[in-house]
């Protein structure tokens, strides 16, 4: 009887391979497309139970590393204010250090 269930779940699985068939390999394309089809597909699914981006969740996860992609605007502004405080810094140093000058 169990056996029988798992078969039933096996053909159902997508990645279930049954035998010594060879894996095609397949173009960067077109494995980037179904890789995103799956994310889209788990999302939506995430989406309706924890009502939270399922993307949003994994880059929490230490293990992972991920992080979020900074947009344009908020990554120039990140690298102005750090130059901004190198600056600051460089100059409170020539303050201190102006006197053995």
Do not use: H
């Not at 049954?18 to 173009?27: D, L, Q």
């Not at 901004?84 to 140093?93: A, C, L």
């Amino acid at each position: 009887m169990k056996s029988n269930q798992f078969l039933g779940i096996a053909k159902e699985n997508p990645f279930f391979t049954a035998g010594k068939e060879k894996i095609r390999p397949r173009k960067a394309g077109e494995v980037k497309d179904i890789a995103r089809a799956l994310y889209n597909k788990i999302d939506a699914t995430f989406q309706k139970v924890c009502s939270t981006s399922f993307g949003e969740v994994l880059t929490k996860l230490p293990e992972l590393q991920l992080r979020k992609r900074k947009s344009l605007t908020e990554a120039k502004r990140e690298q102005r204010q750090c130059y901004r405080k190198y600056k600051q810094k460089v100059e409170d140093e020539w303050e201190k250090t102006s006197l053995l000058r």
